[in-house]
Every structure is written in C-alpha cells, then in structure tokens.
C-alpha cells in the first residue's frame, strides 16, 4: 500500500511562492499519478492539477493554470506542487493524492484516466502579510 | 470547470437509509463512470469510499453503494451508524482529464 509524507505547514507573504512536497513509499511511483487538491477552511474539495511521472507532463485545473508548477522526481519518488503569485485566498489545507494510472477507453477515444486512493496528511499554507 | 452539484446536508436516524445525490453534466459525471466519493471527518484528510461509481476499496463497508444515472451519482449509506457521520465528497473524473468535485453533503447522525 502506498503511503504519503507531505512537507510541513509554510506562512507566506502575498506575491511570494510556496512549495509543497510529497513523498511516496510503497509502491511503483511511476506506475502512479500525483494530484493536488486544496480545501479553504471551512470549505470543500478543490482539484488543483496532476502529474503522471512516467509521462511527465502535468495536467492543470483552469483556476491554476498559470500560477501552479506540479513535478515529480522519481529518483526520490517525492512529487512537488509550487503555486505563485499567493494571495490571502490560497490560504489552505494542501493535499497530494495517489493512485495508479492507466489509458483508458472513453467512448471511441483514449484517456490517462488516474486515481486519487491514498491521501497525504495535507499541508497548511497559511497566506498572510 | 464547475463544481457537481449536491446537498449541502442529509441526515438521518441509526438505522435507516439516507442517499446524497451528486449532479453534474454530459463533460464529466455523464461522461465515464468514473465517479468517487470521499468520506472526510473533521481535520482529517479525504477517505475514498467508492470508485468507478460502485466499486468498494478494501475495508469500506458494504453499507456503502453507489450508483450513476445519466448526469447524475448517488451515494446510499444504509444501516445507517454514528460513526458514518462526517462531510462526503463525490468527484468526477473529465472529458478534459482533470477531476472535479462536488461541495460536498454533511451528514448528521440524529
């Protein structure tokens, strides 16, 4: 079974970057994807954007499309997520998920469809001037 | 991408049946089944409770069930128990490849 370690908590300023680290033991790491998700206090789920490290490419929501930076370093099986530009809405609980990844058929196309089986502990990022 | 939609809170006695419903559209819930939902209590991080719209992980209770019509996901908790009460999450996998998920339902054990 595959287990997450993530980094800890960070306080940042407005404007900065924050990078969060996630470390896999366990299982195949490039037979897994990595996602991030956040959740806001109080507030719900909120998929940010994965990385497939046998693939390499990520994958990012819209709303992070131009702030977010996933990668994955399969010597160290740890996946990393850095978010730019924070403001005091980031403030968050930052989780990596990991499941295993396949191509799978979807009508008449193909997709790198990917699981989310085993949570991270999460990181707290705290934004605040 | 906008979030599936589902009740903000069910509840229901020990012993009965409650279902959170989970909507969304032809691009995401109507597009697989690809469908989960996540069991998360307070401060702690999601838990998958079922995947490809039924299938159980090892360890979930056969108390829980899903099921997908359309664009719509239901999760059925029956037998319903105390330690069942927390915040469910459905998520959908994309026709962007990307998940998204729902607002998630809280559920109250009375």
């Known amino acids: 079974q595959v287990q997450l370690v993530q980094s800890g908590a960070e306080v940042k300023k407005p404007g900065s970057s924050v990078k969060v680290s996630c470390k896999a033991s366990?299982?195949?790491?490039?037979?897994?994807?990595i996602s991030w998700v956040r959740q806001a206090p109080g507030q719900g789920l909120e998929w940010m954007g994965r990385?497939?490290?046998?693939?390499?490419?990520?994958i990012y929501s819209q709303n992070f499309q131009s702030r977010l930076t996933v990668t994955a370093d399969a010597s160290t099986s740890t996946a990393h997520m850095e978010l730019s530009s924070l403001r005091s809405e980031d403030t968050a609980v930052y989780y990596c998920?990991?499941?295993?990844?396949?191509?799978?058929?979807?009508?008449?196309?193909?997709?790198?469809?990917?699981?989310?089986?085993?949570w991270g502990e999460g990181t707290t990022v705290s934004v605040s001037s | 991408q906008s979030a599936l939609t589902q009740p903000a809170s069910v509840s229901g006695s020990p012993g009965q049946s409650i279902t959170i419903s989970c909507t969304g559209s032809?691009?995401?819930?109507?597009?697989?089944?690809?469908v989960s939902w996540f069991q998360q209590e307070p401060g702690k991080a999601p838990k998958l409770m079922l995947y490809?719209?039924?299938n159980r992980p090892s360890g979930v209770s056969n108390r829980f069930s899903g099921s997908k019509s359309g664009n719509t996901a239901s999760l059925t908790i029956s037998g319903l128990q105390a330690e069942d009460e927390a915040e469910y999450y459905c998520?959908?996998?994309?026709?962007?490849?990307?998940?998204?998920f729902g607002g998630g339902t809280k559920l109250t054990v009375l």
């Open positions: 998520s959908s996998f994309t026709r962007t490849s990307t998940w998204v």
């Open positions: 490809d719209v039924t």
């Open positions: 990385i497939i490290p046998m693939l390499g490419t990520p």
């Open positions: 366990g299982g195949n790491f490039n037979m897994h994807a």
């Open positions: 998920a990991t499941g295993l990844w396949q191509n799978a058929k979807v009508g008449f196309n193909y997709y790198n469809y990917f699981s989310m089986d085993v």
């Open positions: 032809s691009s995401d819930v109507g597009f697989s089944n690809y």
